[in-house]
């Protein structure tokens, strides 16, 4: 079976602090990761992707990928408290013209 | 640019009666058109997706069925929904061929009572 992992939360962290959010995936060979925001009542929302092994700034999101050790990343810097939501891996787990796979999201909750 | 609309955006409904959920996607031609459900305080559940009119793949048997009409057309349908039913009713698109971003619609809230 193959599986998108990551810790449920929630994740708690002080206004101005930085999130870090973790996921783990089975196929050695997926070659695509996106990171979704979903707020509550609210449908999931991109916020970057990421192809290749290292990182990649947007804003203050950082995504980064490790295809050896199967893992990537998302860093919140200067975590606000409207960055409070669930947050969704999902990785392109097979080839061809298939569905993401997706975790089941990590509630990251920002303490003023 | 392209959007994707769904309706309607609430719906009660009583156990046993029938569902229709539409989903349609402007600005794009041949998308890869996808339904998940997303129970309370639940992830992602893919239901079914679409490659083309008419192509169909189901993911989990269930009393619920998807049709693509049209090329930007997606529809969701039970004859009977069941209590275990309710749940957020998302629709997403992406470019068909392979590209694999996913772009998700506002959703359906549905409550079965």
């Known amino acids: 079976q193959k599986e998108v992992e990551q810790n449920s939360g929630p994740l708690s962290v002080p206004e101005g602090a930085i999130a870090s959010l973790n996921c783990t995936y089975s196929?050695?060979?997926?070659?695509?990761f996106f990171w979704y925001r979903q707020y509550s009542g609210k449908s999931p929302e991109l916020i970057m992707s990421?192809?290749?092994?290292g990182d990649k700034e947007d804003g203050r999101f950082t995504a980064q990928l490790n295809k050896a050790s199967q893992y990537v990343s998302l860093l919140i810097r200067d975590s606000q408290p409207s960055d409070s939501a669930t947050y969704l891996c999902?990785?392109?787990?097979?080839?061809?013209?298939?569905?993401?796979?997706f975790g089941k999201g990590t509630r990251l909750s920002v303490i003023a | 640019s392209q959007t994707i609309h769904q309706w309607p955006a609430t719906l009660v409904q009583p156990v046993g009666s029938p569902l229709s959920l539409e989903c349609t996607v402007e600005?794009?031609?041949?998308?890869?058109l996808y339904w998940y459900r997303q129970a309370a305080g639940r992830g992602l559940q893919l239901l079914f997706y679409?490659?083309?009119?008419?192509?169909i793949s189901s993911e989990v048997p269930q009393n619920l069925s998807a049709s693509r009409p049209q090329d930007r057309q997606f529809i969701l349908s039970s004859k009977k929904l069941l209590l275990s039913d309710s749940g957020f009713y998302l629709c997403?698109?992406?470019?068909?061929?392979?590209?694999?971003?996913?772009?998700f619609g506002p959703g359906t809230r549905l409550t079965v009572l």
């Open positions: 997403a698109w992406s470019v068909g061929g392979g590209a694999d971003t996913q772009y």
């Open positions: 196929d050695r060979g997926s070659q695509s």
């Open positions: 990421i192809y290749s092994n």
């Open positions: 999902a990785v392109n787990l097979y080839s061809g013209n298939t569905p993401l796979v």
């Open positions: 600005g794009t031609s041949n998308p890869n």
């Open positions: 679409s490659v083309g009119i008419g192509q």
